[in-house]
């Protein structure tokens, strides 16, 4: 991690969920206070100049018509102009981009504008993926037609053609510098296309980190991240931890990395020094208990940044 002025921006984009309240995840992680400090104020502690983007202006959902697969795809495409355009002058200016979710369909615009950037400024840019879920449906194999599910299959080139086509060019991801850790609820559909794209040695799943250690697959998937030439980018879903640690997300999973195996993925990848940016994604405050996620969700941003025990 290169910059030293942290560039803090919130996307409060709920409706690619099928819960709403992820939408509110934003302001409770930049309003809470953790240890009687906000959030800017422990980024600053940290020794990074700081500021506050706001948040991102997001198109109003309208009601989703009967058998509409991706639901909500023209707000989407909406928002996801003003995203790019956001995380776009953010890298501009030289700042690290903390990014605020929303839910995990902004995956698609940010990083898209993350690539993009960096395809005219040092080459292509790896990704670092934590999540329960694999989010590489299609609209042909989703269930629910939710955008949230979909957002990795759309930076790997796959999927509806106006998502995949942001930015002008895809695939946004290239495959060899892509890796998932924690994945424990894989959909039929999901499991065909991870095999059709060859990707099952890129995930490391809640089995594998039960058999080799957190450690171990968090150094070997910032081994394959890191090789891309100008770096890689980490998005973060909080139901990659399990619901007794992280009860705030609107799509829980038993099984999940524990609160310090959480930590300690992020203190590594902070300790690699190529990360370009940090996106969290999916805390809903409606169903969180006594703000524990969102709490738990910036100390998370802090590690990622570098915080450490001592």
């Known amino acids: ?30 309003l809470s206070m953790v ?25 109003a959902p309208r009601e989703s018509a009967e058998g509409e697969n991706p639901k909500h795809l023209a707000e989407m495409l909406a928002s996801s102009e003003n995203v790019i355009r956001s995380v776009s002058e953010i890298l501009r200016a030289g700042e690290f981009p903390v990014i605020l979710g929303g839910d995990h369909s902004i995956a698609i615009p940010t990083f898209s504008a993350i690539s993009s950037h960096f395809r005219e400024n040092g080459g292509e840019v790896g990704l670092i993926w934590f999540d329960a879920h694999a989010d590489i449906n299609t609209p042909e194999s989703s269930p629910s037609g939710n955008i949230h ?9 796959e999927g509806d053609s106006r998502l995949v086509d942001l930015c002008g060019f895809s695939p946004k991801l290239n495959k060899k510098y892509f890796a998932h850790i924690g994945a424990r609820d894989i959909d039929p559909g999901e499991r065909a296309e991870i095999e059709k794209l060859g990707l099952r040695d890129h ?14 697959c968090v150094a070997d998937a910032v081994k394959i991240a890191s090789a891309a030439p100008a770096g890689f980018a ?3 879903d909080v139901d990659g931890i399990d619901p007794r640690f992280a009860p705030g ?8 990395a524990t609160y310090r195996e959480a930590h300690l993925a992020l203190e590594m990848i902070a300790e ?4 370009l940016s940090f996106e969290i994604v999916e805390v809903n ?5 006594s703000n524990i996620t969102v709490e738990l969700a910036c100390e998370l941003i802090l590690s990622a940044l570098g915080k450490t025990i001592l």
């Open 1 to 30: 991690m290169g910059a030293k002025k942290i560039g803090l921006l919130g996307v409060p984009l709920g409706f690619g969920a099928g819960k709403t309240g992820s939408e509110l995840g934003v302001n409770a992680m930049r």
């Open 35 to 59: 240890r009687g400090q906000r959030l800017a104020d422990h980024i600053r502690g940290l020794g990074f100049e700081f500021v506050d983007h706001g948040d991102v202006q997001i198109q």
């Open 149 to 157: 599910g979909m957002p990795l299959a759309v930076l790997l080139g």
């Open 203 to 216: 995930f490391f799943t809640m089995s594998d980190i039960d058999r080799r250690g957190m450690a171990a």
């Open 234 to 236: 980490v998005t973060f």
């Open 249 to 256: 997300s609107g799509t829980l999973v038993r099984g999940g």
């Open 272 to 275: 690699n020094g190529r990360m």
């Open 285 to 289: 405050p409606l169903l969180d208990q």
